[in-house]
């Protein structure tokens, strides 16, 4: 199902009301996500009569990466919801950096995703082609020498989210970071390996590369190119989340996707998808 139509926001608007809430609220740490790779806490934020679920990664828990610094992924992760926030798209939950019980750290608004199957997004299929209604893959070895071909839902949803991971450099597009939510909207999470300098765009979503952009994609990135200009709102709140060479990589990856005029293609210098991919 599509989501509610929401136009592209002209600019980073001041604090939502669910931002406030995530930012002043008190936290209750309710337990941890014990198959996550850094620590997620599940916990509650509550504030004047509102509260509401959110996780909390603090950045004490970020295990260490060799090609990024260490504690700085609750700041991508924050900087990308800055991000999807200036494309009017709305495709990752709200995200504050705040003080917790356990130091600074990212707080996200918990998007349940009900009982909203991921099969309606993703899927392996026999043969080599995909059926329509569906983009495919790659070809996913099964076990015992079989192969089944990897495909993606031909979604708007998912393809608009396909040019936001490209335009932050998405490293981790899985499976299990798609929350489809029960109103019709799609959800992104897990953005800490994103808006790396070099080339580390890695995701499940390539069914669309090299074809054309889509009208909307080109006048999102259009304007997210104004809005990166030095001076602009957007731009200076990323200059205090990532490098300076990272924010200017970000300027480059949307003039290419925009000259380009097409979905970007898998490098070769770098593995094109997740492991594992869920």
Not at 44 to 67: F, I, M, N, Q
Not at 98 to 105: A, S
Request: net charge negative; glycine share 10%; hydrophobic share 40%.
């Amino acid at each position: 199902m599509p989501p509610p139509e929401r136009l592209p926001a002209p600019g980073v608007s001041d604090a939502t009301p669910i931002e406030e809430l995530l930012t002043r609220g008190e936290l209750t740490v309710r337990g941890r996500i014990a198959e996550a790779s850094n620590a997620v806490l599940l916990c509650t934020v509550a504030h004047d009569g509102r509260s509401a679920d959110c996780v909390y990664k603090p950045v004490k828990g970020e295990r260490p990466l060799w090609d990024f610094p260490d504690g700085n992924l609750a700041r991508r992760e924050r900087a990308a919801y800055l991000v999807s926030e200036a494309t009017g798209w709305g495709l990752v939950p709200a995200t504050v950096l705040r003080d917790g019980p356990y130091g600074e750290g990212m707080v996200q608004h918990w998007i349940d995703s009900g009982e909203t199957p991921e099969a309606e997004l993703l899927a392996l299929v026999e043969g080599e082609e995909a059926a329509e209604g569906w983009k495919p893959v790659a070809l996913a070895e099964v076990g015992e020498g079989r192969t089944a071909l990897l495909v993606h839902a031909d979604d708007p949803r998912l393809r608009r989210l396909a040019v936001l991971d490209a335009v932050i450099n998405n490293g981790d597009r899985k499976g299990g970071h798609l929350l489809p939510a029960p109103d019709g909207r799609l959800y992104g999470i897990d953005h800490g390996v994103t808006f790396h300098a070099d080339d580390k765009l890695r995701t499940l979503l390539w069914g669309w590369a090299g074809e054309p952009l889509t009208d909307e994609a080109r006048t999102v990135l259009l304007s997210l190119e104004s809005q990166l200009a030095a001076g602009e709102p957007l731009a200076t709140r990323l200059a205090e989340l990532i490098t300076d060479a990272e924010l200017d990589a970000v300027r480059a990856r949307v003039a290419a996707l925009l000259r380009s005029g097409t979905h970007p293609q898998p490098s070769g210098q770098w593995p094109a998808i997740p492991w594992p991919p869920v």
